[in-house]
């Protein structure tokens, strides 16, 4: 057995008061909490600050690592969009030693399980060899109607070839889905395609990002509009609904899908309450560095905080963050929303995450039987112990 204890201990949920000696096999297993004489003090690996179960990144696009440092801050998100169509291409050694990079300093700084997003099979050679559980959100869109079935099917083949890829021998799970991009990037047609691929698959997209995206849904006006106008694309079958983007698309996907919404810097309470009453089991994942890279802006934290549903935290891409490490989106919803207990902020970037990505049997909390993972907090660095 391989004991562990520091001044602070976080389970995951909360605060451990009591017993905050950590139990685990040499495999990593988690068997429980032991007290200060129950245990040898030269058995115990004694750490200053805090020790919580590995990280959970719920929202991250691993294969635009290259992109770091390519866009400027505080674009707006349309303009944003644009930069990164212009900015990925790069040498497959290029992306391939980025995406290495990206995944090594991920699981350095704590990350035991993350959801990414892919639009290519880029970052799949490298999956297998990463320390952590990935679930690849295989990412489609396409706003034309016409092209749907062309769209859904490239996205297919990506799909099928994560899904080809065999488990590694490390113990960490690979899993695959297929989802939506964004309200405004997915016609109805291609909605229909996602949902009926996989009856009860995870599906993430990128929801209520921008002002704009609901401006487009609510009068079909604003800069969406604008940016289909000029780039040429026919959005004639689109009929704006006089709400927001959610309601609108929502009832294109089946209850059986849970669902991780990511950003959620413009929804409201009525979105809230349009998810609680539609019946899918609901994740929201913060991106907080992301939304300020972008759009200068921060979502209704405490709206959400208070929402009943699952919150979880993501980076998004080194094209709209510095770094892809969760706690230092903890660290900034703690300087700019204190009323939160930091507590809960470490819940959401752990067990959060864990259940967000169906992966909270494995990793999450220091619950007897699991696998967390061990990391170390001290002076505002986060580092992984196990
Ligand atoms: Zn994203």
């Given at each position: 057995?391989?004991?562990?204890?520091?001044?602070?201990?976080?389970?995951?949920?909360?605060?451990?008061?009591?017993?905050?000696?950590?139990?685990?096999?040499?495999?990593?297993?988690?068997?429980?909490?032991?007290g200060?004489?129950?245990?040898?003090?030269?058995?115990?690996?004694?750490?200053?600050?805090?020790?919580?179960?590995?990280?959970?990144?719920?929202?991250?696009?691993?294969?635009?690592?290259?992109?770091?440092?390519?866009?400027?801050?505080?674009?707006?998100?349309?303009?944003?969009?644009?930069?990164?169509?212009?900015?990925?291409?790069?040498?497959?050694?290029?992306?391939?030693?980025?995406?290495?990079?990206?995944?090594?300093?991920?699981?350095?700084?704590?990350?035991?399980?993350?959801?990414?997003?892919?639009?290519?099979?880029?970052?799949l050679?490298?999956?297998?060899?990463?320390?952590?559980?990935?679930?690849?959100?295989?990412?489609?869109?396409?706003?034309?109607?016409?092209?749907?079935?062309?769209?859904?099917?490239?996205?297919?083949?990506?799909?099928?070839?994560?899904?080809?890829?065999?488990?590694?021998?490390?113990?960490?799970?690979?899993?695959?889905?297929?989802?939506?991009?964004?309200?405004y990037s997915?016609?109805?047609?291609?909605?229909?395609?996602?949902?009926?691929?996989?009856?009860?698959?995870?599906?993430?997209?990128?929801?209520?990002?921008?002002?704009?995206?609901?401006?487009?849904?609510?009068?079909?006006?604003?800069?969406?509009?604008?940016?289909?106008?000029?780039?040429?694309?026919?959005?004639e079958?689109?009929?704006?609904?006089?709400?927001?983007?959610?309601?609108?698309?929502?009832?294109?996907?089946?209850?059986?899908?849970?669902?991780?919404?990511?950003?959620n810097?413009?929804?409201?309470?009525?979105?809230?309450?349009?998810?609680?009453?539609?019946?899918?089991?609901?994740?929201?994942?913060?991106?907080?560095?992301?939304?300020?890279?972008?759009?200068?802006?921060?979502?209704?934290?405490?709206?959400?905080?208070?929402?009943?549903?699952?919150?979880?935290?993501?980076?998004?891409s080194?094209?709209?963050?510095?770094?892809?490490?969760?706690?230092?989106?903890?660290?900034?919803?703690?300087?700019?929303?204190?009323?939160i207990?930091?507590?809960?902020?470490?819940?959401?970037?752990?067990?959060?995450?864990?259940?967000?990505?169906?992966?909270?049997?494995?990793?999450?909390?220091?619950?007897?039987?699991?696998?967390?993972?061990?990391?170390?907090?001290?002076?505002?660095?986060?580092?992984?112990?196990?």
């Open positions: 057995m391989r004991y562990f204890t520091a001044p602070q201990v976080h389970d995951g949920t909360r605060f451990v008061m009591g017993k905050k000696i950590l139990s685990f096999d040499e495999e990593g297993t988690f068997h429980g909490f032991a200060i004489d129950e245990v040898a003090t030269d058995q115990v690996a004694t750490f200053e600050g805090l020790l919580m179960p590995g990280l959970v990144n719920a929202h991250c696009h691993t294969e635009l690592s290259h992109t770091r440092n390519t866009i400027p801050e505080n674009t707006g998100l349309v303009p944003f969009l644009g930069l990164v169509v212009e900015t990925r291409s790069a040498s497959e050694a290029e992306k391939y030693a980025a995406i290495n990079e990206a995944l090594s300093s991920l699981a350095h700084s704590g990350c035991i399980a993350l959801g990414d997003i892919a639009n290519s099979t880029d970052s050679p490298l999956r297998s060899t990463a320390n952590m559980h990935i679930h690849t959100f295989v990412e489609t869109m396409g706003f034309i109607p016409e092209f749907a079935a062309q769209r859904f099917d490239y996205s297919l083949n990506v799909y099928q070839s994560f899904k080809a890829q065999s488990q590694p021998a490390n113990g960490y799970e690979l899993r695959q889905s297929v989802a939506p991009h964004a309200p997915v016609s109805g047609i291609l909605f229909e395609l996602i949902n009926s691929l996989e009856e009860n698959s995870l599906l993430t997209i990128h929801n209520e990002e921008s002002a704009a995206e609901n401006e487009y849904f609510i009068s079909k006006t604003g800069l969406m509009q604008n940016l289909y106008q000029r780039l040429k694309i026919n959005d079958w689109f009929q704006p609904t006089g709400r927001n983007s959610l309601p609108g698309y929502l009832p294109y996907l089946s209850v059986t899908h849970p669902l991780l919404l990511v950003h810097t413009f929804i409201d309470q009525g979105d809230i309450e349009v998810l609680k009453a539609s019946g899918h089991e609901v994740s929201l994942c913060l991106c907080p560095n992301a939304n300020w890279y972008i759009e200068r802006r921060y979502p209704d934290v405490a709206l959400l905080a208070d929402s009943g549903l699952n919150i979880c935290l993501g980076t998004d080194l094209a709209a963050n510095h770094q892809l490490n969760v706690y230092e989106e903890v660290l900034t919803l703690k300087r700019n929303f204190p009323a207990p930091e507590e809960r902020l470490l819940a959401w970037a752990s067990s959060g995450g864990a259940k967000a990505l169906q992966l909270d049997h494995i990793v999450g909390s220091f619950k007897p039987g699991l696998k967390p993972g061990l990391v170390h907090i001290r002076e505002a660095q986060s580092v992984r112990i196990l």
